[in-house]
């Protein structure tokens, strides 16, 4: 698991890089809510967006996600609680003013970008 980056993976990256081409600025990893302990991948705190870079196997991609060969129901069990955090994370944000955008790790990063500066420019 230690692998297992929790920033900066190639998806991210892309990601960064194409919203970046867009002349668009950003907070990387950051806390929208400071009292919830989530952290998005890029922050508009001007726009209120956050957007989420979610991997197909750690968020349950309904194209992608793969079942665990081993130790199947704990791996299970691990992508529904990530599931139910992901949606009351996006609740907690929408009471509180903000917009959500989440991303597959198989998008294409131009089309995503393109998604999020829609996003940012006309919340």
């Not at 209120?48 to 991997?55: I, L, N, S, T, Y």
């Not at 793969?66 to 992508?79: H, P, Q």
């Amino acid at each position: 698991m230690r692998s297992n980056k929790g920033r900066d993976t190639r998806p991210e990256l892309a990601l960064r890089r194409a919203v970046h081409a867009l002349g668009l600025r950003y907070r990387v990893s950051y806390r929208p809510l400071k009292f919830v302990r989530r952290t998005a991948d890029l922050v508009f705190t001007r726009a209120k967006v956050a957007v989420f870079m979610d991997g197909c196997f750690w968020h349950g991609c309904p194209a992608h996600h793969t079942v665990a060969a081993t130790n199947a129901g704990f791996w299970a069990e691990k992508v529904r609680r990530t599931r139910e955090r992901d949606a009351e994370t996006d609740r907690l944000l929408r009471e509180a003013g903000w917009h959500v955008v989440r991303v597959w790790e198989h998008e294409d990063p131009l089309a995503a970008a393109d998604r999020v500066a829609e996003t940012v420019r006309c919340p």
